[in-house]
């Protein structure tokens, strides 16, 4: 993949383009695509015979249990970053590399298994 | 194309580490699959049977172990004799702190809340604080940080090292967060542990970088290479050696990277203060002894003054501040820091017999320092432990068997004769002696008169007093508390009448191999 | 901000810096130091994660420009990813405004740690500036002979394979302690769950309780809003009619002046 300085280059070229282009996709869909003359009748962003009037800031504390979702979801990403560098070499060392990995990944699922018996994974 | 074999792997030496690291995985499994009644008893059953099996398969080890066969798993791990020393230690310590983790006699549904995640103070909070038992998944994390201490004395290099760290130190932060009463100070102290640690954490790893930068390699064999053949950057060295020593020290409850000490120890469990006062503290000055030893032997001269000074600032801050404490687990954390500082004083021993008066005073010390904590337990009231030292005033007259067994801890921990706070004491003082650290030992009797004071103080409340209506009751303990109880205060009795032994067999175990 | 001195004087000593590189470099690090200023000066938590992230992808960009193109890449997906959606999580658990507490329990501690901090930065800069001046570059071409992750797997599969394995223990530890903190299993509450229906018709009836349904609010009677108290006969406020996780609501002269409906 790296071919000594230009290899780096290269990767850093295609990485900012891909950046610049998925940004500039981004708004520029959200442009296009989004009403250009949305209607704004008088009263719009009033509250309407019930709820709160609207004031103070938008901001609302989010319940612990999406932090157990956001923290497995990590877990699984720090799983995923040692299966990377597992995945070049494992064919050249058969079978302990993959007895290697089975073991983490194991011990990993362990986690899941826990959460699952414990019910972190339904909804209530 | 490099070779990508898998290294050999030694497993009759590693064979403690895989069996603690098994059992607390099987305890974790027990915790999602076995029925709720069944729990505690299959995890306190698991987790001892796993220690058991660990500290045998460290002794069978210890007759095999050579200078040759003691390096394993591609030079990560070197598990000499030292490294099999304290991690029969750490077993022993660990197995005798689980036992007051497990207690359940002293109050319904044991020292543990039963779900952290209930909103402290709501009602919710107040029936499970009543009815429930607390959580089981403590043992599978006591079990994961004791395996963590293991690889953390044998590690070779200073990766294995950063890992074995973080790997003892998160179950504690947990730990410290589960108390079933005053649960904010014990969330606060939790929290506090967890950012200072971070932040200890991170000065290791910025050391461990400079030294790879000084030596281009990071185990301990090839920075005394480096250090000893003036290849690469002094500067280098010192700062690395210096960054990497905070994150030791921190984690030693040296001065002046103490702060956290007081206010964890009080706000813990007091199970898990017992545990963190013995095994933390053994397997801190492992890996400190390790370094210093192992990796930076060649550069002794220079870092010496500055342990000297943090020794000495340690002794005196902790035994001064220890006289002003009113609460007993406060105390006895200024008390551990003082401590740290005598032992600090046996690492600049800087030989054979440093190495073994500190493993000595290691040893004497966590036996100790469980049962104080395990006596701590008993004295309650309707609202959990009395610790305000004012409610212990009397106690003496209103049950003088667990009154006298405190007062021989107490005396223990002063450095009274025919106790092992006199012989270990005298140990690590006359290894500083001999290391030509005089006046180190002159400013350690000096710090050990001032710590009689407090340890005094309680003693004369205890018997002196008269026992008023805020004087607790002391619960009869359970088996396991007793069982704890009778371990602590006889080692602390036979290592200090017949310290030979022992003795023996430090140093016997004192010398490691990179 | 050690790093950016690593590389400029690595590259320096190494005397072979391309102009892309340090053109990359030169863009990147001012953007790199002002994200980390304005993460700790920034008022807002939020705003503060956000320059975080800005550090974080500039310093991803130099990891992989600086020939480790795996750690950056790392960096970018777990860091500013994962762990950046992390602190956000962190951060609308305790609300917006929660951080904005600037009590000092010491006296004089901010001022000492921002001179401690100076200082400590001051010596550990200087000295390193000093030393990385002196140092060549070596092992680079060699630790990336087969290829920058080869050669990290490598390593990772062969001399620290005992320490990688030990790290799923970190990794399980944390998660296991993750739901012991934030999991709250409901079924096991005791109490409303296992309630029988005498102890629930017990319950409801008891001296204290309200049996019947509450009064609603009194929103059509004198606003829009649902935090607006229905009156009882004399006129005072029945607080029972709204939710007590509401405000009270201030009502304005307007709404609480007579609508002079009567008689219509």
Known sequence: MVDGYLGSYALLGVLLLVAAAFFGVAFGANRLLSPARPAEPAGKFETYECGLDPVGGGWAQVHIRYYLYAYLYLLFAVEAVFLFPWAVVYLRQGVPAVMEMAIFVGILALGLLYAWRKRVLVWQ | ?514 | MTSALHLVAAAAAAGEVTTGEKAVFFILAPIALIGAIGMVAARNAVHSALWLVLTMLSLGVFYIVQAGPFIGMVQIIVYTGAIMMLFLFVLMLVGRDASDAVIETLRGQQAWAIVLGVGFAGLLGTGLARVVGSLKVVGLEQANADGNVQGIAALLFTKYVWVFEISSALLITAAVGAMILAHVDRSLRDGTAVMSQPERMRARFEPGSYPGPKPGPGVFATSTSIATPAKLPDGTPAQRSISPILPTRELTAAEVANKQTEGR
């Open chain 2, 1 to 514: 194309m490099k070779d990508i074999s898998l290294p050999h792997l030694n497993y009759a030496a590693l064979a403690p580490m895989l069996i603690l690291f098994g059992v607390a995985c099987v305890g974790v499994l027990v915790d999602a699959f076995a029925p709720r009644k069944a729990r505690y008893p299959i995890q306190l059953v698991v987790a001892l049977v796993g220690l058991i099996a660990a500290f045998v398969a460290v002794v069978l080890r210890a007759g095999k172990v050579t200078a040759e066969n003691a390096i394993t798993a591609a030079g990560a791990v070197s598990v000499d004799k030292p490294a099999l020393f304290l991690q029969g230690t750490l077993i022993v310590l660990g197995a005798v702190a689980l036992l007051l983790i497990g207690e359940r006699a002293l109050e319904r549904g044991g020292p543990f809340v039963a779900q952290a995640a209930i909103t402290v103070g709501s009602d919710a909070d107040q029936r499970q604080a009543a009815r429930e038992s607390g959580a089981t998944e403590v043992f599978p994390l006591t079990i994961f940080s004791l395996s963590g201490m293991l690889l953390f004395v044998a590690a070779n290099d200073l990766l294995t090292m950063f890992v074995a760290l973080e790997v003892f130190s998160l179950p504690l932060y947990l730990l410290c967060a589960l108390a079933r009463r005053r649960r904010l100070i014990s969330q606060e102290a939790a929290l506090k542990y967890f950012l200072l640690g971070a932040y200890a954490s991170a000065f290791f790893l910025f050391g461990l970088a400079l030294l790879y930068g000084f030596a281009g390699g990071i185990t301990f064999a090839k920075i005394n290479e480096s250090a000893q053949n003036g290849t690469g950057n002094i500067t280098l060295l010192y700062a690395g050696l210096a960054l990497v020593s905070i994150g030791l020290l921190f984690k030693a409850a040296a001065v002046p990277f103490h702060v956290w000490t007081p206010d964890v120890y009080q706000g813990a469990p007091t199970p898990v203060t017992s545990l963190m006062a013995a095994c933390t503290k053994v397997a801190a000055f492992g890996g400190l002894l390790r370094v210093l030893y192992a990796g930076f032997d060649r550069v002794h001269w220079d870092y010496s003054p500055i342990i000297a000074a943090i020794a000495v600032l340690t002794m005196l801050v902790g035994s001064i501040l220890a006289v002003t404490q009113t609460d007993i687990k406060r105390l006895l954390a200024y008390s551990s820091i003082a401590n740290a500082g005598y032992l600090l004083v046996g690492v600049l021993g800087n030989s054979a017999l440093g190495l073994s008066s500190v493993m000595f005073y290691l040893v004497a010390y966590g036996f100790t320092v469980i049962a104080a904590f395990a006596v701590i337990t008993l004295v309650r009231d309707a609202d959990g432990e009395a610790t305000h030292l004012s409610r212990w005033a009397g106690l003496g007259r209103r049950s003088p068997f667990y009154a006298t067994v405190f007062t021989v801890i107490l005396l223990s921990f002063a450095g009274i004769p025919l106790t092992s706070g006199f012989t270990s004491k005298f140990a690590v003082f006359s290894a500083a002696g001999g290391g030509d650290q005089s006046w180190l030992v002159i400013v350690g009797v000096v710090s050990s008169m001032i710590l009689a004071f407090p340890y005094l103080r309680v003693v004369v409340m205890m018997w002196l007093s008269e026992p008023g209506e805020q004087t607790p009751s002391v619960s009869l303990p359970g088996m396991l508390t007793s069982a704890a109880l009778v371990i602590g205060v006889v080692i602390t009795i036979f290592v200090g009448v017949a310290p030979q032994p022992l003795l023996h067999l430090t140093s016997e175990a004192a010398n490691f191999i990179r």
